[in-house]
């Protein structure tokens, strides 16, 4: 019973272009997402938000909408360097309680 | 203080031994929390700490499993009688007052039972 699912295992993107990776979630009390992104070997690193009552959060070359209707949500990287090449795991928590981790994306980003 | 420290970094055991893994957050935050993480798989929650009170165990955490945050500050997490479907990275987080979610992970234990 996955609440929290991200359906690419993978997505290669030219160096330059956009990034967008996807998540669907199945709990609607959800009211906090998250993206963390994780390279090898290191523990995963918060990258950028969403509180429910959103629909948009930027932080520099990294954005997130929020589709709350759809259940699903987005991570934007415009433009995509080298160094995004990574893991990125959407993760969502119902009322600042712990969060549930879809299974991650791995980027890459091609030269 | 750099971040939220894990020790060790890697541990192999022989089944029916028992391990334990330390934890130090980041010092000011208030949260501290353990998930497990297997190959191909997303994180999974295991257990938080609020200061010393544990307040929410997964139905994953079975018997054999026990964590502790004695002092409010470090936490260890101990497993008895591992079993090879332990082998997995145990990753700490914690997170500020502010902020219930857990912000910062540390870089995990990685075990492995032969």
């Known amino acids: 019973d996955q609440q929290v699912k991200q359906n690419s295992p993978s997505l290669s993107v030219q160096e330059g272009r956009i990034s967008i990776l996807n998540c669907d979630y199945t709990?609607?009390?959800?009211?906090?997402f998250l993206w963390y992104k994780k390279y090898p070997a290191e523990g995963p690193t918060f990258l950028i938000s969403?509180?429910?009552?959103?629909d948009k959060n930027e932080d520099g070359r990294f954005t997130v909408f929020l589709n709350k209707s759809a259940k699903h949500l987005s991570l934007h990287i415009v433009p995509s360097q080298p160094g995004d090449s990574a893991v990125y795991f959407c993760?969502?928590?119902?009322?600042?309680?712990?969060?549930?981790f879809g299974k991650g994306t791995r980027l890459h980003i091609l030269p | 203080d750099t971040g939220v420290s894990q020790d060790p970094r890697h541990k192999i055991t022989k089944r029916g031994q028992n391990v334990t893994f330390r934890c130090d957050p980041i010092?000011?935050?208030?949260?501290l929390y353990w998930y497990r993480q297997t190959l191909g798989q997303g994180p999974e929650f295991l257990t938080y700490?609020?200061?010393?009170?544990?307040?929410?165990k997964s139905r994953l955490l079975s018997d054999r499993f026990s964590a502790e945050r004695p002092k409010g500050s470090f936490s260890t997490l101990e497993i008895q009688r591992t079993e090879q479907g332990d082998s997995a990275m145990y990753l700490c987080?914690?997170?500020?007052?502010?902020?219930?979610?857990?912000?910062?992970f540390g870089s995990g234990t990685q075990l492995s039972v032969l």
């Open positions: 700490f609020q200061n010393e009170a544990q307040l929410e």
């Open positions: 969403i509180s429910s009552i959103k």
């Open positions: 010092s000011e935050h208030n949260r």
């Open positions: 987080a914690s997170s500020p007052p502010i902020s219930g979610v857990p912000r910062v």
């Open positions: 993760a969502a928590s119902e009322s600042d309680d712990k969060i549930i």
């Open positions: 709990n609607s009390m959800f009211d906090y």
